[in-house]
C-alpha cells in the first residue's frame, strides 16, 4: 500500500470513529429518558424505525424496511390486521410501537404495545440500552422470558 493510499485509509477510519462517537455523544447529552429517541436499525440490517415522544409516552413508526421483491415500499399493506378497517394502511410509516414510558429506576421503558405486522399481532413490549448504546426492544406475552428481542443500533 502506497503512503497515499495508507494516509487515505487511515483518515477514512478516523472520520468513521469521530462519526460514531459523536452519535453516542448526543445521545448521552440528552436526558436519560430520551436517549432512546432518534433513528435505529435492526441488526439483519431489514428494519428501520423512528422513535419519539408523543402526549408523553414513547412510540416508534417504519421508515423503512427491505423489500426482498422488488415492489415499492408503499405497496406493502398490513394485510393481517384483526381489524378489517385497518388492513389496507401501508406498513411504511405506520405506528408500531406505543406507550412506552421510562422506568428512572431501571433505566428501562416499559409497559409499551408492538405491534407486529408480519402476523397481525400486538404483544406487551418493553427496550433497554446497554453501555454501547445498543436499543434491545423485546416483545412478549405476557410475561419477559415469553418473548423474542430485536436489537437495533443508532443511525443518523
Request: charged fraction near 30%; proline fraction near 2%; include cysteine.
Amino acid at each position: 500500500m502506497s503512503h497515499t493510499h495508507r494516509s487515505l485509509f487511515l483518515l477514512s477510519i478516523c472520520c468513521m470513529c469521530f462519526i460514531f462517537s459523536s452519535q453516542r455523544l448526543v445521545a448521552q447529552n440528552l436526558p436519560a429518558s430520551q436517549r432512546i429517541c432518534g433513528d435505529w436499525e435492526n441488526q439483519a440490517k431489514s428494519l428501520r424505525i423512528k422513535i419519539y415522544t408523543e402526549d408523553e409516552e414513547f412510540k416508534a413508526k417504519i421508515t423503512w424496511f427491505r423489500d426482498t421483491e422488488g415492489k415499492s415500499l408503499n405497496y406493502w399493506k398490513d394485510k393481517r390486521n384483526p381489524d378489517p378497517k385497518l388492513r389496507n394502511r401501508t406498513i411504511l410509516g405506520m405506528s408500531i410501537l406505543r406507550d412506552l414510558e421510562y422506568n428512572a429506576k431501571t433505566g428501562t421503558w416499559e409497559n409499551g404495545m408492538v405491534y407486529d405486522s408480519k402476523h397481525g399481532k400486538e404483544w406487551n413490549a418493553s427496550a433497554s440500552m446497554d453501555k454501547k448504546g445498543l436499543l434491545k426492544v423485546r416483545g412478549y406475552w405476557h410475561f419477559k422470558w415469553i418473548g423474542k428481542s430485536m436489537i437495533f443500533h443508532r443511525i443518523k
